[in-house]
């Protein structure tokens, strides 16, 4: 099973201030068929399912906000909030589909300093 | 637009079957997604359960495998969830969620449920 690594657990970031998330996996999740890295962020606010943010790790799902952006490639990628916002307080997964279990890391939780 | 909405027991008993359902809004249960079930223990992060496909196409997390059941219904237009002989361990939030998979095994979680929560109990 590939192993999903996010640092750092927790961070606080005053408003307007870039908060920086880090995910590696065990092996790479770069599909050479098609040069897509198999990895994708999600949000999940207080008391709500998670939400899609970041795709084939820096694509954003319709919708998201462009102070959201992924980076990475092979088996370290970054999530990026730029210019942290109050409604961005929640807990970000990463998660490959390199195959199966598709696991997810075990969260960051981003609050307001 | 896309809803997916949990139902089954919010309490079950230890040694038995947890079993919910998933219901599909706003459009068929279609090939080209992996019907998908994670949970998340209170206060703890997100566990892959398994997926299923229309066809009948399943993958299982190996350390539920021996466990767990999911199934398509079609005509119903819902998707389930069986585990059997629960713990403790396994009280969670469970969430359904559709799986686009967009080609060469590429898969992403686009819609979810809201989460239905079970206990283990006696």
């Known amino acids: 099973d590939i192993v999903m690594t996010q640092s750092p657990d927790s961070l606080a970031v005053s408003l307007g201030e870039r908060a920086t998330i880090r995910c590696r996996s065990s092996q790479s999740v770069l599909y050479s068929s098609n040069n897509k890295n198999y990895l994708s962020w999600y949000q999940q606010r207080p008391g709500q399912p998670p939400k899609l943010l970041i795709y084939?790790?820096?694509t954003r799902e319709s919708g998201v906000p462009d102070r959201f952006s992924g980076s990475g490639s092979g088996t370290d990628f970054t999530l990026t909030i730029s210019g942290l916002q109050a409604e961005d307080v929640a807990v970000y997964f990463c998660?490959?589909?390199?195959?199966?279990?598709?696991?997810f890391g075990q969260g960051t939780v981003v609050e307001i300093k | 637009q896309v809803q997916l909405q949990e139902s089954g027991p919010g309490l079950v008993k230890p040694s038995g079957t947890l079993s919910l359902t998933c219901a599909l809004f706003g459009g068929p249960i279609s090939s080209s997604c992996w019907w998908t079930w994670v949970r998340q223990p209170p206060g703890k992060g997100l566990e892959w359960i398994g997926e299923a496909y229309d066809s009948g196409r399943t993958n299982y997390n190996p350390s539920l495998k021996s466990r767990v059941t999911i199934s398509v219904d079609k005509s119903r237009n819902q998707f389930s969830l069986r585990l059997r002989s629960v713990t403790a361990a396994d009280t969670a939030v469970y969430y359904c969620?559709?799986?686009?998979?967009?080609?060469?095994?590429?898969?992403?979680?686009?819609?979810w449920g809201q989460g239905i929560l079970v206990t283990v109990s006696s």
């Open positions: 969620a559709r799986g686009r998979d967009w080609g060469y095994d590429d898969v992403r979680l686009d819609y």
């Open positions: 084939w790790a820096s």
């Open positions: 998660q490959h589909s390199y195959g199966t279990p598709r696991t």
